[in-house]
């Protein structure tokens, strides 16, 4: 199976990672403290999961998670993404990140911004726009008729493939959001972003199908 490599372990990259091990990839667990502080985390995953540092975790990576607070995109390690597919699960905060006025504007997304620290990947954003919570409790097999779909955006039709073959890999079909500078339509506050999947009150959240997906893309503004 795929070897996934993960730049940041919060809540986002750990529920991805555990998804990621029951459907049977290897995971390579990093942080900005180091391998030694994810000897407990690695332990709850199984035998397919590790710890390195995160220029380990990049070069392992068949694919690789960038889950990290975008003001620590100039941390992460250029040398080994590239050419790899790289998936952005990364949201700006200002009131943690700081302001950075080109994604104040719309000059600029989040995942453009972070292409310019790896310009190398091959960039696709995806997982971003749902509760943590909700990521895990509603992966469902293909076929199910409540499986979710996640939207993915990129500029890469082979990373776009891959990452779609990863997400429904977890639990999760696919909408193709298209390029990174529309990524902007499933950032931060926009329709498509936790809300579809219901409330975060609601742990086990909602299924979201296809069509709710696209509607939410479609009526999102800048």
Same mark, same amino acid.
């Given at each position: 199976?795929?070897?996934?490599?993960?730049?940041?372990?919060?809540?986002?990259?750990?529920?991805?990672?555990?998804?990621?091990?029951?459907?049977?990839?290897?995971?390579?667990?990093?942080?900005?403290?180091?391998?030694?502080?994810?000897?407990?985390?690695?332990?709850?995953?199984?035998?397919?999961?590790?710890?390195?540092?995160?220029?380990?975790?990049?070069?392992?990576?068949?694919?690789?998670?960038?889950?990290?607070?975008?003001?620590?995109? /100039?941390?992460?390690?250029?040398?080994?993404?590239?050419?790899?597919?790289?998936?952005?699960?990364?949201?700006?905060? /200002?009131?943690?990140?700081?302001?950075?006025?080109?994604?104040?504007?719309?000059?600029?997304?989040?995942?453009?911004?972070?292409?310019?620290?790896?310009?190398?990947?091959?960039?696709?954003?995806?997982?971003?726009?749902?509760?943590?919570?909700?990521?895990?409790?509603?992966?469902? /097999?293909?076929?199910?008729?409540?499986?979710?779909?996640? /939207?993915?955006?990129?500029?890469?039709?082979?990373?776009?493939?891959?990452?779609?073959?990863?997400?429904?890999?977890?639990?999760?079909?696919?909408?193709?959001?298209?390029?990174?500078?529309?990524?902007?339509?499933?950032?931060?506050?926009?329709?498509?972003?936790?809300?579809?999947?219901?409330?975060?009150?609601?742990?086990?959240?909602?299924?979201?199908?296809?069509?709710?997906?696209?509607?939410?893309?479609?009526?999102?503004?800048?």
């Amino acid at each position: 199976m795929t070897t996934v490599g993960f730049v940041g372990s919060g809540s986002i990259g750990m529920t991805l990672a555990r998804l990621a091990a029951g459907a049977g990839h290897h995971v390579v667990l990093s942080n900005s403290r180091g391998p030694e502080t994810l000897v407990e985390p690695v332990r709850e995953l199984g035998p397919l999961a590790s710890a390195a540092t995160s220029e380990e975790a990049a070069a392992a990576g068949d694919i690789v998670v960038v889950t990290v607070p975008v003001s620590a995109f /100039p941390h992460v390690p250029a040398a080994p993404l590239a050419g790899k597919t790289v998936i952005d699960t990364c949201n700006y905060g /200002p009131e943690r990140d700081g302001r950075i006025p080109e994604l104040d504007g719309t000059s600029l997304t989040s995942s453009e911004l972070l292409l310019r620290y790896v310009p190398d990947a091959l960039l696709v954003k995806a997982f971003n726009n749902i509760f943590f919570k909700h990521l895990l409790s509603l992966a469902r /097999p293909a076929g199910a008729s409540d499986r979710s779909c996640l /939207p993915i955006a990129g500029d890469w039709a082979p990373a776009k493939a891959a990452v779609t073959e990863f997400v429904e890999s977890i639990g999760y079909g696919v909408v193709d959001a298209g390029t990174l500078a529309d990524s902007w339509r499933q950032a931060t506050g926009t329709p498509v972003w936790g809300a579809p999947y219901g409330p975060y009150s609601n742990e086990k959240g909602r299924p979201a199908g296809e069509d709710a997906i696209r509607t939410a893309l479609a009526a999102a503004t800048r």
